[in-house]
């Protein structure tokens, strides 16, 4: 079993930036596959970023391509999530999930996924 749980979320003003962490208890990260998704208010969870711990794959949603990177702390099994140049858009609850790592990379549907964090709110002012 894998718990995760997220932080760093908050308000920032457009074009400022937020990191985001998703630290996993119960199992190390090294042989999976680690999603973020959003969910805005009124609107469906959406696809984000996929990476897969072995390796550094990694793989963006176009919305924030080029804003958006991870990077991993083995040490902490922690993942991360920095957005840069955030924009009043990006305003969503942002989930950290996981999976086994398999054959095929991205993952980009929720069913993909076993375990979910409880999400973390950002928050964008123009």
């Known amino acids: 079993q894998v718990q995760l749980v997220e932080s760093g979320g908050g308000l920032v003003q457009a074009g400022g930036s937020l990191r985001l962490s998703c630290a996993a208890s119960?199992?190390?990260?090294?042989?999976?596959?680690l999603g973020w998704f959003r969910q805005a208010p009124g609107k469906e969870r959406e696809f984000v970023a996929a990476?897969?711990?072995?390796?550094?794959?990694?793989f963006y949603a176009d919305s924030v391509k080029g804003r958006f990177s991870s990077s991993m702390n083995n040490a902490k099994n922690t993942v991360y999530l920095q957005m840069n140049n955030l924009k009043p858009e990006d305003t969503a609850v942002y989930y950290c999930?996981?999976?086994?790592?398999?054959?095929?990379?991205?993952?980009?549907?929720?069913?993909?996924?076993?375990?979910w964090g409880q999400g973390t709110q950002v928050t964008v002012s123009s």
């Open positions: 119960g199992r190390t990260f090294s042989s999976y596959d």
């Open positions: 999930a996981a999976r086994v790592g398999s054959g095929w990379f991205p993952a980009v549907y929720e069913t993909d996924y076993t375990y």
């Open positions: 990476i897969r711990w072995s390796g550094g794959r990694q």
